[in-house]
T-cell receptor
Framework: DVKVTQSSRYLVKRTGEKVFLECVQD?????MFWYRQDPGLGLRLIYF???????EKGDIPEGYSVSREKKERFSLILESASTNQTSMYLC?????????????FGQGTRLTVV | AQTVTQSQPEMSVQEAETVTLSCTYD???????LFWYKQPPSRQMILVIR??????QNATENRFSVNFQKAAKSFSLKISDSQLGDAAMYFC???????????FGAGTRLTVKP
């Protein structure tokens, strides 16, 4: 089974802190994604990466950056956490194929910024 | 950007009955994929069913089936013989052919009454 693992299930950070959310997948997938999930807004794409060291902005990249130094790991960075970044963060991965491939998700990190 | 709309924030169904969740999407593409994901309280996103836009036949997976209306850009999910374990958030998602990022709707919270 594909496994996508996020480093923390719950996280509490202070305003202004630099925050790292880590995600690791074990299926050699080329693509990795970071989504933010908020009630009434669904999942919104923050960034995605289709290869090592490659990244693309999603719909809401402001206040976030990402790092992909190895194929299996994709990190989301909040340079200076703010209270409006309190949310659920979901990591996902998928293979690069043109057929009907799904995305596989981690269990989510609920981040609270105080 | 493509948008996905789920107009029902909440739905409820009696156990053993049938319920239909709605999803519409906006795209100018002719080739794409559509998905329904389930997110139970555990927060783990699980793929329920998928549909290729070039296939006219509606996808089915056991008690889950879709009504795919390409011209109307509609992709509803029907759950038959509802079970208590079907209670969850359900997300509709869209992915363009030969493109790797997936876009989600706001979700529908399904309650199953015993």
């Amino acid at each position: 089974d594909v496994k996508v693992t996020q480093s923390s299930r719950y996280l509490v950070k202070r305003t202004g802190e630099k925050v790292f959310l880590e995600c690791v997948q074990d299926m050699d997938h080329e693509n990795m994604f970071w989504y933010r999930q908020d009630p009434g807004l669904g999942l919104r794409l923050i960034y995605f990466s289709y290869d090592v060291k490659m990244k693309e902005k999603g719909d809401i990249p402001e206040g976030y950056s990402v790092s992909r130094e190895k194929k299996e790991r994709f990190s989301l960075i909040l340079e200076s956490a703010s209270t409006n970044q309190t949310s659920m963060y979901l990591c996902a991965s998928s293979p690069t194929r043109t057929e009907n491939t799904e995305a596989f998700f981690g269990q989510g990190t609920r981040l609270t910024v105080v | 950007a493509q948008t996905v709309t789920q107009s029902q924030p909440e739905m409820s169904v009696q156990e053993a009955e049938t319920v239909t969740l709605s999803c519409t999407y906006d795209t100018s593409e002719s080739d794409y994929y559509l998905f329904w994901y389930k997110q139970p309280p555990s927060r783990q996103m699980i793929l329920v069913i998928r549909q290729e836009a070039y296939k006219q036949q509606n996808a089915t997976e056991n008690r889950f089936s879709v009504n795919f209306q390409k011209a109307a850009k509609s992709f509803s999910l029907k759950i038959s013989d509802s079970q208590l374990g079907d209670a969850a958030m359900y997300f509709c998602a869209y992915r363009r052919y030969n493109n790797n990022d997936m876009r989600f709707g706001a979700g529908t919270r399904l309650t199953v009454k015993p």
